[in-house]
């Protein structure tokens, strides 16, 4: 084995260790779509608790890339992006079900920081949100979940879901709120029962 091939089956061991292995369906399917493999950077919170001599949050910003939900609201072909969301996490490696679901528990970041995100990036990747969700055809309202570059605003899309759990937790709340001038709750439901009466008379 020639020492170039040695170090790529090193290199696919350690990578295999990190992330696990991926099993593949028995027959294996025909066709793949490979996509390339996003690392984020965790942003904690940091409390004075537990040793920590300050609060805040906690982000080393190495690789640039944040996971964020984005909600989009309107009619087919014009439809509008919230502010971005940011979930945190207080310890571990992924959310639990609590955050994920549960009021009160979940904290989420709406919109994002400048610190994390520069406000061009911010914008660049509301307005790449807009073109997917009238590219796909959106309307009413959906959740987008997308890994978003925080210096250039590129948009890597996670999945679209276009009817999106409305629990205690949900950010789309939190997003309506953060526009300017904010959207309340009753004007958010009421302008979601809108577009529903409005497309179904239009078909």
């Known amino acids: 084995m020639y020492k170039a091939d040695r170090r790529w089956l090193f290199n696919w061991c350690c990578k295999i260790m990190v992330h696990g292995m991926i099993m593949m369906p028995d027959p ?25 001599t300050q609060s805040g949050l906690l982000w080393n910003g190495v ?13 087919k072909g014009e439809m509008h992006s919230f502010n971005p969301s940011i979930t945190v996490k207080e310890d571990g490696d992924i959310l639990s079900l609590e955050e994920k679901f549960q009021g009160g528990t979940g904290i989420n970041l709406t919109p994002p920081p400048t610190s994390i995100i520069r406000e061009e990036a911010l914008h660049a990747c509301k307005n790449r949100i807009e073109i997917l969700a009238n590219a796909l055809g959106l309307e ?13 605003g590129e948009v890597l899309v996670i999945e679209v879901n276009t009817v999106p759990g409305m629990t205690p937790s949900t950010v789309l709340i939190h997003q309506a709120l953060a526009e300017d001038p904010p959207m309340y709750p009753r004007q958010f439901f009421r302008t ?6 409005l497309r179904s008379k239009q078909n």
């Open 192 to 197: 979601v029962t809108d577009l529903a009466l």
């Open 140 to 152: 009413g309202f959906s959740r987008i979940d997308a890994f978003v570059h925080v210096d250039t």
């Open 63 to 75: 690789n640039r890339w944040v996971e964020v939900t984005v909600g989009v609201m309107g009619t």
């Open 28 to 52: 294996p399917a025909e066709k793949f779509i490979f996509e390339t493999f996003i690392e984020t950077d965790d942003i904690l919170v940091v409390s004075k608790h537990g040793g920590s």
